[in-house]
């Protein structure tokens, strides 16, 4: 007899909604993760009395009233609506792409003015169905906010040319002719009130967790410890990398306590120039109103990944996404372990999806 019916590996929030939907059904589960803290990626940790977002700013946005109403038994939210401001050279302007955004840039009042505008950019240039970013993007708003505000921040971050990525990633970015600097367009959206670690914490009061933990190690010695494993660590690693090694971009983040109250008033500012070798600045006290003496701020440097760093972001192109489907075949023939999460599908989830797959498997699967 096994002592869990389930090993979870990765206590991020795939692996705690997991955990928490198979404890509450009688499951017996043990969670494991490599860190020192519980989280995965959304962990946020206490600094000077501010949490600050240490893998990166987190807010939390769903069109899903059900995943909102799910995601609030755990935590009360705040009504943090994120604006982030973008600053190319000394100019400023509000993101995503709207009417304050075209105003600033061009001088004009109304959307019609707007619209003639970017017609008259993008004539000229036609485009007929996107084949890249590049293209998309001057498809969509025309070449002064693609050159101002999407080339310079997109090649940082990707650290490849425009024209080499794909169309759908600029698709993310809301593009309106209203005056609204709301970044998403959800209808939900919010910061919980004392940090992400909080939701975790919960879906994980009843569970017994252990940190510092490596799988690989861990199951080396513990070959019959559950009936069933949830894996949510890399898939390549998982089946040692037997076909390559799938990509990620990276990120570093360097990290600052400075003794003023209010440094950028504003909790993300984007650098959209290529010369500025961020991509932004995280002032983490405003994604909470925070008035603590101090503040703390992140800048955020998009790096070239190697294995042993931090993968942040899949590079889903097409050699990767073959390469993926090749381990997915392997996956298929393990029933007596689950993939998931955004490592064990090499896809590029937001928190709202990452709880709707774990909540679909955990449908299937108990
Ligand atoms: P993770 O959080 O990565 O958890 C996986 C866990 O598994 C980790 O704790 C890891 O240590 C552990 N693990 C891995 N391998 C092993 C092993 N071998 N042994 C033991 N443990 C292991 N989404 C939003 O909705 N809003 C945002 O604002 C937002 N911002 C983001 C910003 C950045 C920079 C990035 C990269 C992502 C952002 N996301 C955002 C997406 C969000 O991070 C993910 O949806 C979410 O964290 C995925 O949870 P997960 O459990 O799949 O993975
Ligand atoms: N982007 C941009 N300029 C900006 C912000 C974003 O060109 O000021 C582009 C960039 O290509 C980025 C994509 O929009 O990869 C998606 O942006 P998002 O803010 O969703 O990126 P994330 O928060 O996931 O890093």
Same mark, same amino acid.
């Given at each position: 007899?096994?002592?869990?019916?389930? %090993?979870?590996?990765?206590?991020?929030?795939?692996?705690?909604?997991?955990?928490?939907?198979?404890?509450?059904?009688?499951?017996?589960?043990?969670?494991?993760?490599?860190?020192?803290?519980?989280?995965?990626? !959304?962990?946020?940790?206490?600094?000077?009395? !501010?949490?600050?977002?240490?893998?990166?700013?987190?807010?939390?946005?769903?069109?899903?009233?059900?995943?909102?109403?799910?995601?609030?038994?755990?935590?009360?939210?705040?009504?943090?609506?994120?604006?982030?401001?973008?600053?190319?050279?000394?100019? %400023?302007?509000?993101?995503?792409?709207?009417?304050?955004?075209?105003?600033?840039?061009?001088?004009?009042?109304?959307?019609?003015?707007?619209?003639?505008?970017?017609?008259?950019?993008?004539?000229?240039?036609?485009?007929?169905?996107?084949?890249?970013?590049?293209?998309?993007?001057?498809?969509?708003?025309?070449?002064?906010?693609?050159?101002?505000?999407?080339?310079?921040?997109?090649? =940082?971050?990707?650290?490849?040319?425009?024209? =080499?990525?794909?169309?759908?990633?600029?698709?993310?970015?809301? %593009?309106?002719?209203?005056?609204?600097?709301?970044?998403?367009?959800?209808?939900?959206?919010?910061?919980?009130?004392?940090?992400?670690?909080? +939701? +975790?914490? =919960?879906?994980?009061?009843?569970?017994?967790?252990?940190?510092?933990?490596?799988?690989?190690?861990?199951?080396?010695?513990?070959?019959?410890?559950?009936? =069933?494993?949830?894996?949510?660590?890399? !898939?390549? *690693?998982?089946?040692?990398?037997?076909?390559?090694? %799938?990509?990620?971009?990276?990120?570093?983040?360097?990290? *600052?306590?400075?003794?003023?109250?209010?440094?950028?008033?504003?909790?993300?500012?984007?650098?959209?120039?290529?010369?500025?070798?961020?991509?932004?600045?995280?002032?983490?006290?405003?994604?909470?109103?925070?008035?603590?003496?101090?503040?703390?701020?992140?800048?955020?440097?998009? +790096?070239?990944?190697?294995?042993?760093? *931090?993968?942040?972001?899949?590079?889903?192109?097409?050699?990767?996404?073959?390469?993926?489907?090749?381990?997915?075949?392997?996956?298929?023939?393990?029933?007596?372990?689950?993939?998931?999460?955004?490592?064990?599908?090499?896809?590029?989830?937001?928190?709202?999806?990452?709880?709707?797959?774990?909540?679909?498997?955990?449908?299937? *699967?108990?």
């Amino acid at each position: 007899m096994a002592e869990f019916n389930f %090993l979870i590996v990765g206590s991020g929030l795939f692996g705690a909604v997991f955990a928490h939907e198979a404890s509450q059904k009688g499951n017996k589960c043990l969670v494991i993760d490599k860190r020192p803290h519980i989280g995965g990626n !959304i962990y946020t940790e206490q600094v000077e009395g !501010i949490n600050v977002h240490k893998y990166g700013a987190h807010i939390f946005h769903t069109a899903d009233k059900v995943i909102w109403e799910y995601i609030n038994q755990f935590a009360e939210f705040n009504n943090y609506i994120n604006s982030p401001v973008a600053v190319y050279n000394n100019e %400023l302007y509000n993101l995503p792409f709207n009417m304050n955004t075209f105003s600033k840039l061009w001088g004009i009042k109304t959307p019609a003015e707007a619209k003639a505008k970017i017609a008259e950019q993008t004539a000229e240039l036609n485009i007929g169905e996107p084949q890249n970013l590049e293209e998309q993007a001057l498809k969509l708003v025309g070449t002064d906010v693609y050159e101002k505000l999407i080339k310079g921040y997109t090649e =940082k971050q990707w650290g490849c040319p425009c024209n =080499k990525l794909p169309a759908f990633i600029i698709k993310r970015l809301p %593009l309106r002719f209203r005056y609204d600097n709301n970044y998403f367009n959800d209808r939900y959206q919010g910061i919980p009130i004392g940090g992400n670690t909080k +939701i +975790i914490e =919960k879906m994980l009061e009843k569970t017994e967790v252990r940190l510092d933990t490596d799988y690989f190690e861990f199951i080396k010695d513990n070959p019959n410890i559950a009936e =069933k494993t949830v894996f949510t660590g890399a !898939i390549d *690693e998982f089946f040692e990398y037997c076909f390559g090694t %799938l990509e990620y971009r990276s990120l570093r983040f360097e990290t *600052e306590i400075l003794d003023e109250e209010n440094h950028q008033g504003c909790a993300v500012v984007n650098y959209t120039d290529r010369e500025v070798p961020y991509t932004r600045i995280i002032e983490h006290k405003h994604f909470e109103f925070g008035t603590q003496p101090k503040t703390v701020i992140s800048r955020e440097y998009p +790096i070239k990944w190697k294995q042993g760093d *931090e993968p942040y972001y899949p590079v889903n192109n097409d050699k990767n996404n073959a390469l993926y489907e090749k381990y997915r075949g392997l996956a298929e023939n393990r029933k007596d372990v689950i993939f998931g999460g955004r490592l064990g599908s090499y896809k590029y989830f937001d928190m709202d999806k990452v709880i709707a797959a774990a909540l679909d498997i955990t449908e299937k *699967e108990l």
